[in-house]
């Protein structure tokens, strides 16, 4: 047993690249031992090699697809057992492209990876939470749950998903101690282009920031108590305003009557 500073097990999902390995990364620097999950386990094992080096801590890697149940089964059982701190629900694909060039099967295994294990391990996880009064929830969302798009139709519901489960979780667990954290990603240079088969550039070299950016932006909003992480909006007054905007949708959609223009004259 290594030395670490924290006893809780920090739990990252997708830490084979990208923004999950850089998760594994910063919170093996504050000291917690690791459960790191992707399906690539000679990228988990290259990873925790140099982490166990880096941090002296404790780092175990299983190798699960979590669009498979009885895979995604094993990972809620330990987030059940163990004694865990922190959960980064970041695993996640994109199946970018219009629906037509997609088909049932792949679009299922997107729904699976982003929405259903983001939401059983999420709360496998509350639950033991919930148990020790204290814990740390991080899900990756994306700018993209705002932006309906004809080649990302599956994708962007996805993360509209991820947005409102985790801020309606948020406001379960409010009265508590529990940190529940949704992050919103604009494009981020890691692998998640090409994985998909496509060009790196699909937006302009001046839209991407770093997953070293991207991730300790999202830590510091963490830090700050904040629910809902834009780590690259300058001017936080637009969030407030899409906020009040949302407030004054809901107030005028519970009119209790039908709009006039949809009235026979
Ligand atoms: N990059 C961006 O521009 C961007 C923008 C907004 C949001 N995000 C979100 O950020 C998160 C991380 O993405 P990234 O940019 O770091 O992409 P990435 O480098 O492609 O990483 C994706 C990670 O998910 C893992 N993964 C994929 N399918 C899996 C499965 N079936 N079971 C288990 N693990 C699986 C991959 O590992 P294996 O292949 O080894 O399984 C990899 O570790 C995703 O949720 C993504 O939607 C990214």
Redesign the pocket.
């Known amino acids: 047993m290594r030395n670490s500073n924290k006893d809780g097990l920090a739990v990252v999902?997708?830490?084979?690249?990208?923004?999950?390995?850089v998760y594994a990364d910063r919170l093996a620097a504050l000291g917690h031992p690791l459960l790191l999950?992707?399906?690539?386990a000679n990228?988990?094992e290259a990873l925790a090699a140099q982490l166990q080096n880096q941090h002296n801590i404790d780092v175990e890697t299983l190798a699960?697809?979590?669009?498979s149940a009885d895979?995604l089964r094993t990972l809620e059982e330990r987030l059940e057992s163990d004694n865990v701190e922190v959960l980064v629900n970041?695993?996640?694909?994109?199946g970018l492209g219009p629906l037509s060039s997609t088909n049932g099967d792949k679009m299922e295994?997107l729904v699976r990876?982003?929405i259903v294990?983001a939401t059983r391990l999420s709360q496998a996880a509350l639950g033991g939470f919930r148990q020790r009064g204290k814990g740390t929830l991080i899900n990756?969302?994306?700018?993209?749950a705002f932006w309906p798009s004809a080649t990302a139709a599956v994708?962007s519901g996805t993360?509209n998903y991820i947005l409102n489960f985790t801020r309606s979780v948020a406001m379960e667990f409010e009265d508590t101690d529990i940190r529940i954290q949704v992050v919103?990603?604009?494009?981020?240079?890691?692998?998640?282009?090409s994985?998909q088969g496509m060009s790196d550039s699909v937006f302009p070299d001046e839209y991407?920031i770093t997953?070293d950016q991207l991730v300790d932006a999202a830590l510091a909003g963490l830090e700050q108590g904040e629910i809902v992480t834009n780590p690259t909006m300058e001017d936080p007054k637009i969030w407030e305003d899409m906020e009040r905007a949302r407030a004054n949708y809901f107030a005028s959609v519970s009119s209790g009557k039908v709009a006039s223009r949809y009235l026979s004259t």
């Open positions: 999902t997708g830490a084979s690249s990208g923004i999950g390995a999950i992707a399906r690539r990228r988990l699960l697809d979590l669009t895979d970041n695993a996640g694909g994109g295994a990876l982003n294990a990756l969302g994306s700018i993209i994708y993360k919103m990603p604009g494009p981020v240079r890691t692998e998640f282009f994985s991407y997953a």
